[in-house]
């Protein structure tokens, strides 16, 4: 214990105290965006300070403008926690503790507080983004943790910058199969207890509830909504990829909201040849609602649950990405039973609208069957209406003034009108709020699917054939469903007319740049699919290559490869330390073999320590004696010594004086001096005060 403590209570060398430094500002950048502006600026003011006081020997804190800025940081992190709720709030807290350590960085026990802290550090941003740049940056982070550990260790200061990084590089190197092994067979175990993330920033995306100009407004955004792969990496057509996000039951005369609907088990009665099968990696989006290729049947992901208006919700907010598959029919099967809770998909308000009711009336009392009176509404909307991404803004009778004023808007305004204009013709209906489309990314046989592709369209209850799906934007603008929309809209200034979408229009006018980014974004489908997601297939794997999985294979699988391993390092260490040297003993060499191509018996005996051999030479060469009890001296020190006497300008002089000694020798050897009465030393004497 007297030995630890020993250890832990050496100083800080200034090349330590950089190191952790690097390492505290590297792993704490990516949590800037998260953590309050006033402590960014003040971390990056007092490690500048820190690091000003390590270059100059001055400008050092004192003590009461350390306990200021110990409460001033203290109360703000503390009012901070309190306004926040999740992982910004921690990781604030972890922030500020490294920042206030660093301010008393002197012994050892500080460094290895640092290290631990920093350690805590990189593994929350982990919860933050678990993306493949969010990785290598890691590993970054982890090589300046594991430099800043080796130069706590290390005697002196000599060439601290890029000698560690070398060093740290070569171990992190030797972990990797160790690594390999524990990811592909250790099994993946569910946390204890967990933390509810909930970013402060706002998610784009579908809401709960869609007014006219709601949809329109994403088209402004380019962000990645999801992506899916199908089992025999065969899409469904263009015209076919309807995505069911939600279900809009309720209208109050301005806008359709969600109605509660029931849990409804996964339907897996159908036959095999009409299912497609597909797997969706999701974004975050911070709610419940998952996307499905309409129409959805099942999905074996125990997080997803599916209602019986057809939508797929997760258990929790998705506020990070999740992998599911799923199973659905292009045409939804109808079981034959009757509509439940028909009045909710008829109701609308008692008033308004009266041209619209108008027009209906002209329906019934000419006997239009619903079929009739969809295709009478289709048909006026082919004939008179501009689908636009900036239509007029609707005020009042908004259902009126889009029929038979404005005729003009996006897929919200179309799918608002026609559940309306059913309703009051009888037919129930309801509105549908997803997404349309998809690209194809060749690279790896996936649909990408873009928030600005989000989409409405309305379902209406048919006797005897159930729902059925009506999209009123294919009667105004048929090639909204089959070209891409991006293509169909590039020329419109309203598509992604925010400043930060100028990046993703130069990429698509620029082939190269357009091929670059799909081959990125599929390095990081892959990425999700096959790392962040391997614990979904860490069983199916393992029982192709090991057949069915017991308690047994598992230990062994497990064990065996470590166990090897660890043998494979320790026959690696044994081997390295029969001829590991420490820095000062080699110059001790480079002597004794200068000194044996003159005479063998001045080169030092195996077992003889280096403050006998120098007293032995002083012996034969006095004419070396204050050069060699200055150099034995100064190797004591380096080697024994704690590392408070291993300082810097003790290593530089300490070499200087070996080349000084063998420059001597050199001079001596050609003057004929040495060789003349050489004696042998006494091993066997100096091994019984031999310092170890």
């Known amino acids: ?20 430094l690097i390492m505290l500002i590297t792993v704490s950048a ?16 007092l490690l500048s300070w820190v690091w000003l006081t390590l270059e100059r020997h001055r400008y050092v804190i004192p003590r009461w403008g350390k306990g200021v800025v110990v409460i001033a940081v203290i109360l703000g992190v503390l009012v901070f926690s309190s306004q926040s709720k999740g992982l910004d709030g921690l990781s604030s807290l972890l922030i500020a503790g490294a920042l206030l350590k660093s301010m008393e960085l002197k012994k050892q026990r500080d460094g290895w507080v640092l290290v631990l802290v920093a350690c805590f550090i990189a593994a929350v941003g982990f919860l933050f983004n678990q993306s493949m740049p969010s990785a290598v940056y890691g590993g970054v982070s982890l090589l300046t943790i594991v430099c800043a550990l080796l130069m706590m260790h290390q005697g002196s200061t000599q060439a601290w910058l890029f000698l560690p990084v070398k060093k740290s590089l070569f171990m992190l190197l030797q972990s990797i199969p160790l690594m390999l092994i524990l990811f592909l067979i250790f099994p993946r175990i569910g946390p204890l207890w967990s933390v509810q993330y909930q970013q402060s920033t706002a998610k784009t995306g579908l809401s709960d509830r869609m007014q006219p100009g709601d949809i329109s407004r994403l088209t402004r955004s380019a962000s990645v909504a999801f992506r899916v792969s199908f089992t025999d990496n065969k899409p469904p057509a263009p015209e076919q990829r309807y995505w069911r996000v939600m279900t809009f039951a309720d209208f109050d005369g301005q806008g359709w909201s969600i109605a509660d609907v029931t849990k409804q088990d996964m339907q897996g009665d159908v036959s095999d040849d009409d299912l497609i099968e597909y797997q969706v990696i999701a974004e975050p989006s911070a709610s419940t609602w998952l996307f499905a290729l309409d129409y959805p049947l099942a999905s074996s992901a125990s997080a997803v649950q599916r209602y019986s208006d057809g ?23 109808y079981d034959g039973h009757p509509l439940v809770n028909r009045p909710r998909y008829l109701a609308v308000p008692a008033a308004g609208n009266p041209q619209t009711r108008k027009m209906v009336r002209q329906w019934q009392q000419k006997g239009f069957s619903a079929e009739e009176k969809i295709a009478a509404l289709f048909k006026n909307f082919n004939q008179h209406f501009t689908y636009t991404l900036s239509p007029q803004k609707l005020q009042g009778n908004r259902i009126d003034q889009f029929l038979f004023d404005t005729r003009e808007g996006f897929c919200e ?25 998809g690209e194809w990314n060749d690279y790896e046989e996936y649909l990408l699917i873009r928030q600005y592709e989000a989409h409405a369209w309305v379902e209406a209850w048919l006797d005897g054939k ?59 489908y892959n990425w999700h699919r096959w790392i962040l997601g391997y614990h979904q297939q860490q069983n199916n794997l393992l029982q ?40 000062v003993d080699k110059e001790v060499v480079a002597i004794s073999d200068l000194l044996a191509k003159v005479s063998v018996e001045l080169k030092r005996a195996s077992g003889e320590t280096v ?82």
């Not at 214990?1 to 952790?20: D, F, H, I, Y």
């Not at 309306?420 to 037919?427: P, Q, V």
Request: proline share 5%.
């Open 30 to 45: 990516p949590q800037l965006m998260y953590v309050p502006l006033w402590l960014a600026v003040t971390g990056g003011c």
């Open 466 to 524: 159930g729902w059925i799906r009506l999209d009123p934007t294919t009667a105004v603008a048929p090639e909204r469903v089959i070209q891409p929309f991006d293509q169909l809209f590039s020329s419109s200034p309203e598509f992604m007319a925010d400043s930060s979408m100028m990046a993703f229009r130069l990429q698509q006018n620029l082939a190269w740049l357009k091929t670059l980014s799909l081959r990125y974004d599929a390095l990081n």
């Open 311 to 333: 939508t797929f919700k997760a258990r929790a907010a998705v506020s990070q990405r999740i992998s599911y598959t799923a199973s659905s029919l292009l045409i939804k099967p």
């Open 1 to 20: 214990m007297a030995e630890v403590v020993n250890q832990t209570s050496r100083e800080l060398t200034p090349g330590a105290k950089k190191w952790l």
């Open 413 to 437: 305004h179309f799918a608002n009108a026609t559940a309306y204009t059913l309703r009051l013709a009888g037919i129930p209906s309801r509105v549908v709020g997803g997404y349309l489309g």
């Open 544 to 583: 192709d290559w090991f057949g069915q999985i017991s308690l047994l294979k598992m230990l062994l699988l497990l064990f065996i490869p470590v166990g090897c391993m660890l043998m494979i390092v320790f026959w690696w260490l044994l081997k390295v330390q029969s001829r590991w040297m420490h820095p």
């Open 611 to 692: 403050q006998m051999y120098s007293v032995r030479l002083a012996e034969t060469l006095p004419e070396i004696r204050a050069e060699l009890d200055a150099w034995s001296g100064l190797y004591q020190r380096l080697r024994y010594a704690d590392a408070s006497a291993q300082a810097e300008d003790t290593s530089l002089q300490y070499h200087r004086l070996s080349q000084q000694l063998m420059s001597k020798i050199k001079r001596l050897g050609k003057q004929g001096v040495i060789g003349k009465g050489v004696k042998q030393p006494d091993v066997e004497k100096q091994i019984e005060t031999r310092v170890w």
